[in-house]
T-cell receptor, first 113, second 108 residues
Framework: DSGVTQTPKHLITATGQRVTLRCSPR?????VYWYQQSLDQGLQFLIQ???????AKGNILERFSAQQFPDLHSELNLSSLELGDSALYFC????????????FGSGTRLTVV | DAKTTQPNSMESNEEEPVHLPCNHS???????IHWYRQLPSQGPEYVIH???SNVNNRMASLAIAEDRKSSTLILHRATLRDAAVYYC?????????FGTGTSLTVIP
């Protein structure tokens, strides 16, 4: 157990639907990062939050959004889902700036049918 | 972002040392070099990081070239559990940008 908790572990949904992925960071970590991993794209950085504020954006689609709550857990919202959104979604956390590395969760496998 | 080049795949015999190379010729002077690995169906796992000098921890050693344009991750005795994709990532800013990594196969 890495200390980063992601729920659900698996999610199957239909095209056009909306889903929410949840991440609880490791205790004491203020930063949360979201990554998408698909077979043809590898691990893609989506977005970072630090202590409730958006810190950096990567290759995140406009149909996707995220937020970090006062208790530091984070949610990634994916809407108008397409078949191509099927992927593993990883959350990671770090104390602050990632200098000493990230701790990753075990991921949520999203399948869009 | 600093660009990295790693072999797509490598093989090693079990209980032998493995040297995983990485070229990062565009790295800036303040970018730490991080290594992560990803076992099948799991999230990436931190392995080691360093700036200029060689580093050791319980998992591996990191040898950094004097000009910092390359580094080598050393697994002293490969085990079957070390079979994974290994990523070399210069930390630029606060975000890690993963490349394609090296897929390590450990042969019993």
């Amino acid at each position: 157990d890495s200390g980063v908790t992601q729920t659900p572990k698996h999610l199957i949904t239909a095209t056009g639907q909306r889903v929410t992925l949840r991440c609880s960071p490791r205790s004491g970590d203020l930063s949360v990062y979201w990554y998408q991993q698909s077979l043809d794209q590898g691990l893609q950085f989506l977005i970072q939050y630090y202590n409730g504020e958006e810190r950096a954006k990567g290759n995140i689609l406009e149909r996707f959004s995220a937020q970090q709550f006062p208790d530091l857990h984070s949610e990634l919202n994916l809407s108008s889902l397409e078949l191509g959104d099927s992927a593993l979604y990883f959350c990671a956390s770090s104390v602050a700036d990632g200098h000493y590395g990230y701790t990753f969760g075990s991921g949520t496998r999203l399948t869009v049918v | 972002d600093a660009k990295t080049t790693q072999p797509n795949s490598m093989e090693s015999n079990e209980e032998e040392p493995v040297h995983l190379p990485c070229n990062h010729s565009t790295i800036s002077g303040t970018d730490y070099i991080h290594w992560y690995r990803q076992l099948p169906s799991q999230g990436p796992e931190y392995v080691i990081h360093g700036l200029t000098s060689n580093v050791n921890n319980r998992m591996a050693s990191l040898a950094i070239a004097e000009d910092r344009k390359s580094s080598t991750l050393i697994l002293h005795r490969a085990t079957l559990r070390d079979a994974a994709v290994y990523y070399c990532i210069p930390l630029t800013g606060n975000q890690f940008y993963f490349g394609t990594g090296t897929s390590l196969t450990v042969i019993p």
